[in-house]
């Protein structure tokens, strides 16, 4: 395909003056949206840039949320940041934007499709980022990604706590002891239709937090949740019971 035509660079140019962009390099983000079946070689499509600006993203995904949440476990952190840079939140904040507005890709990859999929509009998302900082640094990036990332930032984390304290716990001990933590189930109490479970949480022969529920996995939920508030103590005692062996 042929170099970039006098409309693309212009839509291009109006893309960078709507995020108060004022770049010294325009091929940057000339090829940050030339997708590589619009490009004559690699390096004149997204495909370095959409590398670096995967980074880059992740690099500010984590410094905003060790300093929003400076208290928070690991876990729980982890999580958040695979939400937040995963391919389809990406691919969702760029068409929130638009950007598919401002692609440079061959109509063939289009012809049988329903438009720019959620993959490629991903890589343009870290492409553009990628740009912004090869060209104008840090600082410019951290401007454009506050305001576009941030509902995910508060969001995500806020979830994630609610509702998933399996996952959180079983992140913690696999870090410390390279094992999961196992669910066992103490009694039911109740008619069928209306029992209630009780269930715990164990690793390596110690008993750890109790929960109850109306099905097995919001008992589960509860022990996992209950373990969490009491970590360090129930990895000393597996610790303390290791040692003894």
Do not use: W
Request: glycine share 6%.
């Amino acid at each position: 395909m042929a170099k970039p035509d006098y409309n693309f660079k212009r839509r291009i140019k109006r893309l960078l003056n709507r995020f108060g962009l004022e770049p010294k390099n325009y091929d940057l983000y000339f090829h940050a949206f030339t997708h590589t079946s619009a490009a004559e070689k690699t390096s004149e499509s997204y495909e370095v840039l959409e590398f670096l600006g995967d980074s880059v993203i992740l690099i500010h995904v984590v410094r905003k949320l060790v300093r929003k949440y400076p208290d928070e476990r690991v876990g729980l952190l982890s999580k958040a940041k695979s939400q937040i840079v995963s391919g389809e939140a990406l691919a969702n904040v760029a068409f929130e934007l638009k950007l598919d507005k401002y692609v440079r890709i061959d109509e063939s990859i289009l012809k049988y499709g329903k438009g720019i999929s959620t993959n490629v509009m991903a890589d343009i998302f870290e492409s553009f980022v990628g740009a912004i900082f090869t060209d104008l640094g840090m600082r410019k990036v951290k401007s454009f990604l506050d305001p576009t990332l941030k509902k995910s930032i508060n969001i995500d984390l806020n979830k994630r706590r609610e509702e998933d304290f399996k996952s959180i716990l079983q992140e913690e001990v696999q870090r410390s002891f390279k094992q999961i933590p196992i669910y066992e189930m103490i009694k039911t109490s109740g008619p069928d239709h209306d029992k209630v479970f009780y269930i715990r949480a164990k690793l390596r022969g110690v008993n750890m937090g109790k929960g109850k529920g109306r099905n097995k996995k919001e008992a589960e939920q509860e022990a996992a949740c209950k373990t969490l508030k009491r970590l360090n103590f129930y990895f000393n005692q597996i610790k303390g019971n290791s040692r003894k062996r």
